[in-house]
């Protein structure tokens, strides 16, 4: 039996019709689930909203695809916050840091508004969606795309070496993977107008003592012993590699991966040095350095020749043990060599 040409133009037109409104009716659940999500993100701390399990059911797997927005994750664990290895708490506050930049920064562009969300997932409330994005490692972030249909396979992860410039390399993924703009990143001053106009009044206030002790030669910088242990300090700071401790931050003393009860001062390999190690070495160096001092600037006053004798005796043999374990500790860290040898015309 044919199908007439009216019968063939009646069911394109309702054909038509159901899918205007299958569009129209995705178009508002998604037009729903953003002001859903902006009313979330107003009410919380610089934009950042709090998921769990079923907002992730209600905003990523429960949502037909494509989605008008985008959502970067961050995955976090407070049990871990106590680990400084991992930086989760800085990586948290430089996550907020963009969160914040990028509202503030796209506050006045429609394009932007509603296509991207900063949102985060702590283990123990959200474990079922920790198991749904396949994470078993921390840091982590994620980016989730309109088009992302399996959480696991079809989102971003950031890599971890990209961590390295905190907030801006977060931006920079952002903006590579979505084209959204996100803009300066807007850090917070040091100090708020009233802290610095108080310590403005503090000293004013003090410029007329400190003169006047200063006029008289009163001050702390023109007594001797603190010039001393100031230079002591510094010495130690020096040798320690304590600046190299604080750029990378590095920890005092690490876990043992075999025996979590022990603790690990010094580590076996030169990528990586321990703060107890760095102020081990300095304490030996800062003795061999003091013994120095004392044997140029003390024993020659010294007028018995014995003392001197005994004195440079013993200097020269704790300033002998103090550099051998430093060699030994380099040794065994590197795995190099470092020893002495005759001249081959000696042998």
């Known amino acids: 039996m044919a199908i007439s040409p009216k019968m063939n133009h009646l069911i394109l037109y309702f054909a038509a019709i159901m899918t205007l409104l299958v569009s129209l009716s995705t178009s508002d659940s998604n037009s729903d689930l953003v002001s859903e999500l902006l009313n979330l993100q107003s009410q919380s701390e610089a934009g950042v909203i709090h998921l769990n399990d079923q907002l992730v059911s209600r905003f990523l797997t429960s949502t037909k ?5 985008s959502i970067l994750i961050f995955f976090d664990a407070h049990q871990l916050h106590n680990k400084p290895e991992l930086h989760l708490q800085e990586l948290r506050n430089e996550f907020s840091l963009v969160a914040s930049s990028f509202i503030a920064n796209n506050v006045d562009n429609p394009s932007s508004r509603g296509k991207l969300f900063f949102c985060y997932l702590e283990f123990k409330e959200s474990q079922s969606s920790f198991a749904l994005f396949a994470v078993n490692s921390l840091p982590h972030i994620r980016l989730v795309g309109p088009d992302a249909k399996s959480l696991k396979d079809d989102s971003v992860q950031m ?86 401790n ?49 044997m140029t600037h003390g024993l020659v006053r010294v007028k018995s020749v014995s003392i001197q004798r005994w004195v ?26 470092v020893h002495g040898f005759w001249p081959s015309s000696w042998n």
């Open 312 to 337: 440079m005796i013993v200097s020269l043999l704790i300033s002998f043990w103090a550099v051998n374990k430093v060699i030994y500790l380099d040794n065994w860290k590197t795995g190099y060599g």
């Open 159 to 244: 890599e971890q070496g990209d961590f390295a410039r905190m907030a801006e390399s977060m931006a920079d993924f952002v903006q590579s993977r979505t084209k959204l703009t996100v803009g300066p990143i807007q850090r917070p001053p040091l100090l708020s107008k009233k802290q610095i106009g108080l310590i403005v009044v503090v000293i004013l206030i003090w410029i007329p003592f400190m003169a006047k002790k200063i006029f008289a030669g009163e001050t702390l910088l023109h007594d001797r012993k603190i010039w001393l242990l100031g230079s002591v300090f510094v010495y130690f700071f020096s040798v320690s590699g304590a600046m190299h």
């Open 65 to 69: 695809t494509p989605r008008s927005y």
């Open 246 to 294: 604080i750029i990378r931050k590095m920890p005092m003393f690490l876990a043992d991966r075999n025996d979590p009860n022990k603790l690990v001062f010094f580590y076996q390999g030169s990528g990586m040095q321990l703060g107890a190690e760095g102020f081990a070495v300095g304490f030996l160096y800062t003795i061999v350095g003091l013994l120095l001092a004392l």
